[in-house]
């Protein structure tokens, strides 16, 4: 199967429950006070507002410029002073198609790993997202992107004045260039796809990880922050790192099973989400649990 064919099928499956909200558009003039300096817009996807004595870093933009203005609006109206930071999670449109509504000064900052991942499949993704809906190719019209300002390879502090923030790239999971953001004094953690509540893991194609995933969760688990953002669903507290990984960690040893007793792949995927979907029922919509079990497999020897 083609790459393109593949994408299409594994994020149409991971998006399933999301896709089927009323609107991509992010809300006006709402923003959630998550700890002293930091701030959330809840919507498709959550955006995260870090507000320092010297600047404001923006974590993520929304899809399309009119989310982006949304985003930039409510970073300026919370700013103590002009100097803007933009990151994002990762590469998929929702997360990082919105930053041309942001001012020149504004500095972009992304991992490498994400930036090459932009650089490579950016054009790929806006086209699969505009077959989505109407209102996704109406948002993603005349996409403009302009090269980062700074781009890092691990890990990068931000010092926005009276705050620090993490910027960190831990390896892949979700996508290759999955990029978790840490508010230190804040104890506030930002972690894209990777820590989300009662919603399965997104792996729609072979970039995303299993292994990698579950590792990046043990790092994150030291940190223990007081409270978690998450790009999709609700908001939430430490807490939801261990159940993420709980929930990972059964689905991998489950696939794992299976693949001993000689199940295919397919009929793996078919076992596990009957038995996930008795198992889990106030976790969102279990589509994507057939990916991550063919990614078990491809990890497993």
Same mark, same amino acid.
């Given at each position: ?9 594994? /994020? ?6 999301? /896709? ?9 003039? &709402?923003?959630?006070?998550? &700890? ?65 509504a942001f001012p020149p000064r504004t ?13 490579? $499949? ?13 209102? &996704? ?7 403009? /992107?302009?090269?980062?300002?700074? =781009? ?79 790009? $999709? ?10 159940k993420e990984r709980a929930f990972l ?14 199940? &295919? ?26 990916? =991550? ?9």
């Amino acid at each position: 199967m083609p790459r393109r064919t593949r994408l299409a099928a594994g /994020l149409l499956l991971s998006f399933t429950g999301l /896709l089927a909200q009323e609107s991509m558009m992010l809300p006006e003039n &709402s923003v959630t006070r998550v &700890s002293e300096h930091v701030y959330a817009i809840v919507g498709f996807p959550n955006i995260g507002i870090v507000v320092g004595d010297r600047a404001t870093l923006v974590v993520d933009t929304g899809l399309g410029a009119r989310n982006g203005a949304i985003v930039l609006k409510q970073a300026e109206k919370l700013g103590k002073t002009p100097i803007l930071y933009l990151t994002t999670t990762h590469f998929h449109p929702e997360h990082a198609m919105g930053e041309q509504a942001f001012p020149p000064r504004t500095v972009i900052i992304r991992p490498a790993v994400q930036q090459e991942e932009m650089n490579k $499949h950016a054009n790929e993704m806006m086209d699969l997202f505009r077959g989505f809906s109407a209102q &996704s190719k109406e948002l993603l019209q005349d996409v403009k /992107l302009r090269p980062p300002d700074i =781009v890092f390879d691990k890990e990068l502090k931000l010092d926005l004045g009276s705050v620090t923030v993490r910027l960190m790239w831990l390896g892949p999971a979700h996508t290759q260039g999955d990029e978790l953001i840490f508010v230190v004094e804040d104890s506030v953690l930002i972690p894209g796809d990777i820590v989300q509540d009662k919603i399965v893991p997104n792996m729609p194609n072979a970039d995303a990880s299993v292994k990698n995933w579950l590792a990046i969760l043990d790092q994150l688990e030291p940190l223990k922050p007081r409270f978690v953002l998450p790009d $999709h669903g609700a908001l939430g507290d430490g807490s939801l790192i261990a159940k993420e990984r709980a929930f990972l960690l059964e689905l991998q040893t489950r696939s794992l099973e299976l693949k001993r007793q000689g199940k &295919s792949a397919e009929e793996a995927s078919t076992i596990v989400t009957a038995e996930f979907k008795k198992k889990y029922t106030d976790w969102q919509t279990m589509g994507p649990v057939a990916n =991550v079990v063919k990614r078990v497999y491809a990890e497993s020897p």
